[in-house]
C-alpha cells in the first residue's frame, strides 16, 4: 500500500498570506489528523478529520482550519500567516479500527 | 502543562548495547501509548505501540514497557546498531473508545549509537 503523501513538500510565503496543504491518506484509511511541529513546542496536535467531520481540535487560533473530502483526502488552511507559522506540517492516517496513526513526510512551511 | 514527558533530551549508546529511552505521563486516562522514530524533515516513522492493558510488547529488537501505577513507559532497543540514531518520541492517546485519535506526543530524545 502506499503511504501517507503529502504536497507540496516545501513551501514560502510572506506574512498577511495564506496557504492551503494537502494530505492522501493510506487507502482505506478514514481518519486523517494534523500536527505541527516547531523547534520550540514540538510537536503539537491540529485537528482531526473522520468521515468528512472534524473529530477533535486542538488549541489553536481560528487562522487554522481544515476539511476532509469523501475520499478521505483533508486539507488544512492557514490563513494570514505569521511568522510563528513557521514549521513542519505533518499529517497522519488511522484505519477505522486502529489507533497507529502512520504520518507522511510533512510540508515544510516557511514565512517571511 | 506537558502530559508526556522525556525527560532525557539525548542519549548516547555504543552498538551491540543496550539503549533505553524513558517516558513519563501525567494523564491517567491515557490508553494507548506508541513510540516514533524521526529523521530530520521527515514524518515520524512507526516502530511499537501498546495497550494500557498490557505491560510489555515486544516486536524484534523493540520491546516497550509500561508501569501504570507509575505513570512510565520505556523502550529497549537491543542491540542497538547505528542506523537506530534518530529521534525518539513517545506520544499517547485518550482513545475514548475510539472517538479520537488525539496523540500527545513527548519532546524526543535524540539517539546516537556510536559504532
Known amino acids: 500500500k502506499a503511504g501517507v503523501t503529502q504536497t507540496p513538500r516545501y513551501l514560502i510565503k510572506t506574512r498577511g498570506q495564506q496557504v492551503t496543504l494537502s494530505c492522501s491518506p493510506i487507502s482505506g484509511h478514514r481518519s486523517v489528523s494534523w500536527y505541527q511541529q516547531t523547534p520550540g513546542q514540538g510537536l503539537q496536535f491540529l485537528f482531526e478529520y473522520f468521515s468528512e467531520t472534524q473529530r477533535n481540535k486542538g488549541n489553536f487560533p481560528g487562522r487554522f482550519s481544515g476539511r476532509q473530502f469523501s475520499n478521505s483526502r483533508s486539507e488544512m488552511n492557514v490563513s494570514t500567516l505569521e511568522l510563528g507559522d513557521s514549521a513542519l506540517y505533518l499529517c497522519a492516517s488511522s484505519s477505522p479500527a486502529g489507533e497507529t496513526q502512520y504520518f507522511g513526510p510533512g510540508t515544510r512551511l516557511l514565512v517571511l | 502543562d506537558q502530559q508526556v514527558k522525556q525527560n532525557s533530551p539525548s542519549l548516547s549508546v555504543q552498538e551491540g548495547r543496550i539503549s533505553i529511552l524513558n517516558c513519563d505521563y501525567t494523564n491517567s486516562m491515557f490508553d494507548y501509548f506508541l513510540w516514533y522514530k524521526k529523521y530530520p524533515a521527515e514524518g515520524p516513522t512507526f516502530l511499537i505501540s501498546?495497550?494500557?492493558?498490557?505491560d510489555k510488547n515486544e516486536d524484534g529488537r523493540f520491546t516497550v514497557f509500561l508501569n501504570k501505577s507509575a505513570k512510565h513507559l520505556s523502550l529497549h532497543i537491543v542491540p542497538s546498531q547505528p542506523g537506530d540514531s534518530a529521534v525518539y518520541f513517545c506520544a499517547a492517546s485518550d482513545g475514548r473508545g475510539g472517538a479520537t485519535n488525539k496523540l500527545i506526543f513527548g519532546t524526543g530524545t535524540l539517539l546516537a549509537v556510536q559504532p
Open positions: 501498546i495497550s494500557s492493558i498490557k
